[in-house]
């Protein structure tokens, strides 16, 4: 019996059910799709792109040391999929669940066109804890405050992970061969902008699993504390291998429990996890989260910009790192206006600057950074939070359809359990806290201090002024 584990947002041999069930009795393929054409499908941003390459080729050995071949192919997945399994002569095929609202449609399709065929289809849990349909207020409905949700989700229990398969003895024979992971342009060429990223990341599973236990052997302990100290590193920096499923948080929550009692450290962490569940909660049950505001009452709200550029990329950034301050032309940067000058750090506030350096260079941002760029934008430039959202999707490495939108709608206020719009950082008073000694900013922005940097692009006291006025307008 030929069987098929076809792998989405779960890129890992371990504790993955749908592989474990291919690899029981019979030769087992494993099948990726690079799907950009169902509808409604969010294509992936440059940087999750970069990532996505590497993580296959390490798959892909990873895989073979199984003796599991992976067969790379690219369209729509209703279509592409249930021709594969034809092709293959597979008689099974199994993945583990999405959550998204065109996923789950495919994944649907799917399993319609595989029950017509005699072609045995079975979905897994395995990239979340708790399925969103299983938890539910007393009411019945979806949580939408993280507190409640939290405190019912802590008493539920959680399955142990699963091992990865054992080595089969020989590769199914027939199975076809698939596209070449070359072809399919995923890495940046000219310009290759992504080297910072290669020398801040290591995509895959042993890496993501190295990164739990070095975290867990210590900083875990006074996460408390250190996850507010961007300098330092005080955070696990899981997010882009529990993006991809490198690692699934049955493992990370199973680890977790072995250092948990020493401290609050162990327990805050945990809470974490248990924002990513609650983000996927909010988009499982508004599928629209990317796009549409949570709390109509934003609708009307009056941005100054009120859709941007999105996720173009100023011209400024093309082809280089962290923009050095000699490295561009002073009339280069008194065009940039307020969005571009804000995604290439030139925003001449610093703990702004330093997030958005630090992002563009590594592909990753500490969450402490996050909420106050983020806040910057949307409350002192005025501009929609869903053009800091296509940004950050845009060079993320981490980027997740669920927890990028939720967490900009929390900064907005117009989201779930959100940050009230009222409460505006102040990123002058929030670096002082977080980064008291300036090491975090001496990093990123070593052109703080130089006559080369730019003058604050706002006022803070008048943007948020401005900001307030805007928001009495619609309550
Ligand atoms: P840790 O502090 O070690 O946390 C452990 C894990 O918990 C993370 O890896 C992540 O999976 C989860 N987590 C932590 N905080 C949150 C949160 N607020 N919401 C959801 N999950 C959380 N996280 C993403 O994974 N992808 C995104 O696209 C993303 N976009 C964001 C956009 C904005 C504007 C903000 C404010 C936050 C965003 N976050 C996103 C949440 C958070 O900033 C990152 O998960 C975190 O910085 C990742 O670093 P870490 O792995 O070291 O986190």
């Known amino acids: 019996v030929v ?46 792109k970069w990532w996505l390459h590497h993580a296959l080729k390490t798959l892909r050995e990873d895989l073979e040391a199984l003796g599991i071949p992976l067969v790379l192919l690219r369209g729509p997945a209703g279509r ?15 993945w583990n669940r999405r959550y998204g609202g065109p996923e789950r449609e495919v994944d649907t399709a799917v399993k319609e066109r595989a029950a017509g065929a005699d072609v045995q289809a079975e979905s897994f849990q395995a990239s979340l804890l708790h399925e969103p349909w299983t938890v539910r207020t007393g009411g ?26 054992e080595r089969a003895a020989a590769p199914p024979a027939g199975i076809p061969a698939g596209e ?8 940046p060429l000219h310009p290759d ?17 190295s990164a739990l236990s070095d975290f867990l052997a210590g900083p875990v302990q006074e996460y408390d504390d250190g996850r507010d100290r961007p300098a330092k590193p005080g ?35 945990g809470t974490e996890i248990g924002w990513r569940e609650f983000c996927w909660h909010q988009l499982f049950h508004n599928p629209d989260l990317a796009t549409k505001n949570l709390r109509p009452a934003f609708d009307g709200f009056p941005w100054e910009h009120p859709e941007g550029s999105g996720p173009q990329t100023p011209a400024i950034l093309r082809g280089k790192g962290v923009p050095a301050p000699s490295e561009s032309r002073p009339d280069e ?40 760029a983020a806040s910057f934008l949307i409350k002192n430039l005025g501009i929609h939070w869903r053009v800091g959202e296509e940004w950050f999707w845009e060079t993320l490495v981490d980027a997740d359809p669920a927890s990028n939108p939720a967490n900009w709608q929390w900064v907005a206020g117009s989201g779930a359990d959100a940050a009230p719009f009222f409460r505006i950082f102040n990123p002058q008073t929030q670096a002082k806290r977080f980064d008291p000694d300036g090491a975090y900013i001496a990093r990123w922005v070593p052109d703080a201090l130089t006559p080369a940097y730019p003058e604050p692009l706002v006022d803070l006291k008048e943007s948020r002024r401005h900001a307030l006025e805007a928001y009495e307008s619609i309550r």
């Open 235 to 269: 955070t696990s920096r899981l997010s882009p291998y529990l993006r991809w499923g490198h690692v699934s948080p049955f493992q990370v929550w199973h680890e977790l429990s072995r250092v948990r009692g020493n401290g609050p450290g162990p327990d805050v962490f």
């Open 3 to 48: 069987s098929i584990a076809w792998l989405r947002d779960d890129l890992r041999t371990a504790d993955n059910p749908a592989l474990l069930a291919a690899a029981h009795g019979g030769g087992a393929a494993a099948l990726y799709v690079l799907d950009e054409e169902s509808p409604g499908i969010r294509p992936l941003g440059a940087a999750a």
């Open 333 to 372: 940067l008194d065009a940039l206006d307020a969005l571009d000058a804000w995604k290439a750090g030139r925003t001449g506030i610093p703990l702004v600057d330093a997030g958005q350096r630090q992002l563009w260079s590594m592909g990753w941002m500490h969450n402490r950074v996050r909420m106050v």
């Open 140 to 165: 019945g409905g979806p949580y939408r405050v993280f507190t409640p949700f939290w405190r019912t989700v802590s008493a539920m229990d959680f399955r142990a992970p699963l091992s990865a398969p």
């Open 193 to 209: 902008w992504a080297t910072g990223l290669a020398e801040a990341w290591t995509p895959g599973e042993e890496a993501g699993l």
């Open 80 to 94: 592409v999929v249930p021709a594969f399994v034809q092709e293959a002569g597979a008689e099974r095929i199994f």
């Open 180 to 187: 070449n992971l070359a072809d399919w342009n995923l890495l």
